[in-house]
């Protein structure tokens, strides 16, 4: 979708910067999507005034933020998409707790704070994307979620039109699930972290990045795991023992090294990897009678 000439000056007296004909390939980490407008916010105060133009210009539109772990239709996209500058994004700590813009890569967080001898996100050092997007789907890995850490965010609420603060205590974190509307998005987080000895973190870190090597595709495109593990199973083990290990759909293709990652092993389209996806589902069900649920968050036309 394109913006006209009228919405781009309006756009730019509110701070906002337009760029025209974007490829979400480039801003994802499948390498999948088609092409689109997209307003850049950096200014957050922005944010509700842009929205109300937006709305009175019957303009569609949708947040992306790190594009880790999102799966985007090809072609021209029917609607424009939105994104927080992650340039210079605002880290600081007071005493235990850290301030942390949600455009913030989840990784640097991390190593923010334990430079800073705040531990207990130690697990989430390898996962990609930004904290909005961690915070949005309660990130976890090897024990370790966001959710229990966070105190405060502060978000752009579609439902008020306004900029809002709620308590943690407010939001439901479950397991790769939050309490957060579709259009909420999140822009700052207040997290509480445990002291911790940086030597201790570094330690824990590296245990982690062990078994990431050894178990995903790191040097590969991919979203992640693509389904969500059903209570007290694996997805990954369903699929291995289906012998579904490399098996594709044109470049779309189960990843070699954990098989709840699908991998862009070369030029894969959108539909390549619906159809993986839903020939795996369907496979995973008629064997052990599982109705997987998508992890990846799939933006159709």
């Not at 919405?7 to 390498?31: K, P």
């Not at 937006?54 to 424009?80: C, K, M, Q, W």
């Not at 709620?166 to 957060?180: A, C, L």
Request: hydrophobic fraction near 40%; include cysteine; aromatic fraction near 6%.
């Amino acid at each position: 979708m394109r913006i006209n000439d009228t919405v781009s000056a309006r756009l730019e007296h509110l701070g906002a910067e337009l760029r025209h004909g974007v490829s979400l390939m480039e801003r994802t980490s499948l390498g999948i999507g088609g092409i689109t407008d997209e307003i850049l916010f950096r200014r957050y105060e922005s944010i509700p005034d842009v929205m109300t133009l937006l709305a009175d210009e019957s303009i569609p539109h949708r947040f992306l933020g790190g594009g880790t772990n999102v799966l985007i239709a090809d072609g021209e996209l029917p609607y424009i998409v939105l994104h927080l500058a992650t340039l210079h994004p605002g880290m600081r700590i007071e005493g235990n707790a850290a301030y942390i813009d949600a455009s913030a890569d989840l990784g640097g967080m991390v190593t923010f704070c334990a430079k800073r001898d705040l531990g207990g996100m130690e697990g989430l050092i390898g996962v990609p994307g930004s904290v909005g997007g961690a915070l949005r789907m309660n990130a976890g890995a090897y024990g370790t979620s966001i959710g229990p850490h966070v105190r405060e965010i502060e978000l752009y609420r579609a439902a008020s039109g306004e900029l809002e603060t709620i308590r943690g205590s407010d939001i439901r974190f479950d397991y790769r699930h939050t309490s957060f509307a579709p259009d909420d998005v999140m822009l700052r987080v207040k997290l509480e972290l445990p002291p911790r000895p940086f030597k201790e973190i570094v330690a824990g870190i590296k245990v982690c990045n062990e078994k990431r090597r050894a178990s995903q595709p790191l040097n590969q495109k991919s979203a992640g795991c693509i389904f969500k593990n059903p209570p007290g199973g694996s997805t990954g083990r369903m699929i291995d023992e289906l012998g579904l290990k490399g098996h594709r759909v044109g470049d779309a293709m189960v990843s070699e090294r954990h098989a709840n990652f699908f991998v862009n092993a070369g030029s894969a389209s959108c539909s390549d990897m619906l159809r993986l996806i839903d020939d795996v589902r369907e496979r995973v069900h008629g064997s052990y009678g599982v109705d997987l649920e998508n992890e990846v968050i799939v933006w159709q036309n």
